[in-house]
């Protein structure tokens, strides 16, 4: 990790305002108050990096933040946007340069700052070069407007490409002891080039917190009940069998965030509902889990 980007744990907007970029969540997600209770108590933690995107919530993730800074003016605040995705239902998407310089405009407008420190493409284009995206996201760099610029959502080839057309800093995608796929090559590539990788649904979507169980329906309002289909394969025997032993071994979302944070090449974009939801990072940090034991979790899944 590139010594400018030195958050382990950051604070995932993606529940403010809506679950993610799904336009059929927008309105709700966490409330304005909601959130605002959460980044005070990741702030007042110790938490100083935040994670938004201007689809998220339709704006509303972007917008809460930037009310919250109005409100508190934190010194050091650092933040992570992105782009990709609609703003609404049939509006555009993608990352032609023309949308690219717009949507960050209206980012810093709706977060009420004059740059972001990272900025990612939130998705892989494959109508436009990745050049021309390096090219856009260079020019945004010189302008003072973002710090930084990275990717989410690649595969190794996908990375590969980037990584010969521009001077990518960051990588975010999903990584956890129930979705292992980054270890194949984007992690690898990312430790050999510096590039800051984030692990994003590090508790995979709530499932590595425990609160699924074997013929138990999904409780009202989990994303299980709300948004069931990114995660709809982990329902298996196997699953369910590997999360029993994690309880076992002690409190599952804490272990599965430490066994994230054993590597050191592994940032943590957290997704906390609530304040409480921030202790198993919390407590993860205070805790480093040992190789030995890294390496015992991961061989239960
Ligand atoms: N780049 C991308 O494409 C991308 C994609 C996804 C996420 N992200 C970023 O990564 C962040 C985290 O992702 P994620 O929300 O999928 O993470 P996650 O931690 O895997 O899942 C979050 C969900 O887990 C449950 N949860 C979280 N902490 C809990 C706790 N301590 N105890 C009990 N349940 C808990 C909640 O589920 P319920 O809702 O069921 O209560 C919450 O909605 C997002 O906010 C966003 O900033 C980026």
């Given at each position: 990790?590139p010594p400018?980007?030195?958050?382990?744990?950051?604070?995932?907007?993606?529940?403010?305002?809506?679950?993610?970029s799904?336009?059929?969540?927008?309105?709700?997600?966490?409330?304005?108050?909601?959130a605002?209770?959460?980044?005070?108590?990741?702030?007042e933690?110790?938490?100083?990096?935040?994670?938004?995107?201007?689809?998220?919530?339709?704006?509303?993730?972007?917008?809460?933040?930037?009310e919250?800074?109005?409100?508190?003016?934190?010194?050091?605040?650092?933040?992570?946007?992105k782009?990709?995705?609609p703003?609404?239902?049939?509006?555009?998407?993608?990352?032609?340069?023309a949308?690219?310089?717009?949507q960050?405009?209206?980012?810093?407008?709706?977060?009420?700052v004059?740059?972001?420190?990272l900025?990612?493409?939130h998705e892989?284009?494959?109508?436009?070069?990745?050049a021309?995206?390096?090219?856009?996201?260079?020019?945004?760099?010189?302008?003072g407007?973002?710090?930084?610029?990275?990717?989410?959502?690649v595969?190794?080839?996908?990375?590969?490409?980037?990584?010969?057309?521009?001077?990518?800093?960051?990588?975010?995608?999903?990584?956890?002891?129930?979705?292992?796929?980054?270890?194949?090559?984007?992690?690898?590539?990312c430790?050999?080039?510096?590039?800051?990788?984030?692990?994003?649904?590090?508790?995979?979507g709530?499932?590595?917190?425990?609160?699924?169980?074997?013929?138990?329906?999904?409780?009202?309002?989990?994303?299980?009940?709300?948004?069931?289909?990114?995660?709809?394969?982990?329902c298996?025997?196997?699953?369910?069998?590997?999360?029993?032993?994690?309880?076992?071994?002690?409190?599952?979302a804490?272990?599965?965030?430490?066994?994230?944070?054993?590597?050191?090449?592994?940032?943590?974009?957290?997704?906390?509902?609530?304040?409480?939801h921030?202790?198993?990072a919390?407590?993860?940090?205070?805790?480093?889990?040992?190789?030995?034991?890294?390496?015992?979790?991961?061989?239960?899944?």
């Amino acid at each position: 990790m590139p010594p400018s980007l030195p958050a382990r744990v950051v604070l995932g907007c993606g529940n403010f305002g809506g679950i993610g970029s799904a336009p059929e969540f927008f309105g709700r997600g966490e409330s304005p108050e909601e959130a605002f209770a959460i980044m005070d108590a990741a702030w007042e933690a110790g938490i100083t990096w935040f994670d938004t995107a201007d689809a998220y919530g339709g704006g509303r993730s972007e917008t809460a933040i930037g009310e919250w800074i109005r409100a508190r003016r934190p010194d050091g605040l650092r933040i992570t946007t992105k782009t990709f995705n609609p703003m609404g239902t049939g509006e555009d998407h993608g990352l032609a340069p023309a949308r690219v310089r717009r949507q960050l405009d209206s980012s810093l407008r709706r977060l009420g700052v004059e740059r972001v420190d990272l900025y990612l493409a939130h998705e892989w284009d494959p109508d436009v070069p990745v050049a021309e995206v390096a090219g856009v996201l260079e020019e945004l760099r010189a302008a003072g407007k973002i710090g930084a610029y990275g990717l989410s959502n690649v595969d190794g080839p996908q990375l590969r490409e980037a990584l010969a057309a521009g001077s990518f800093a960051a990588v975010q995608n999903s990584y956890s002891l129930l979705d292992r796929e980054a270890e194949r090559e984007v992690l690898p590539l990312c430790a050999e080039h510096g590039l800051w990788f984030q692990a994003f649904s590090p508790l995979a979507g709530g499932w590595l917190t425990g609160k699924y169980r074997r013929d138990v329906h999904p409780q009202e309002g989990s994303r299980m009940a709300m948004r069931p289909e990114p995660y709809a394969h982990y329902c298996n025997e196997h699953v369910f069998d590997a999360l029993e032993e994690l309880e076992r071994r002690g409190e599952p979302a804490t272990l599965a965030i430490a066994w994230l944070l054993a590597d050191p090449n592994v940032s943590v974009v957290v997704g906390p509902r609530r304040p409480e939801h921030l202790k198993p990072a919390l407590d993860a940090l205070a805790a480093p889990l040992s190789a030995e034991d890294r390496d015992a979790l991961a061989a239960l899944f």
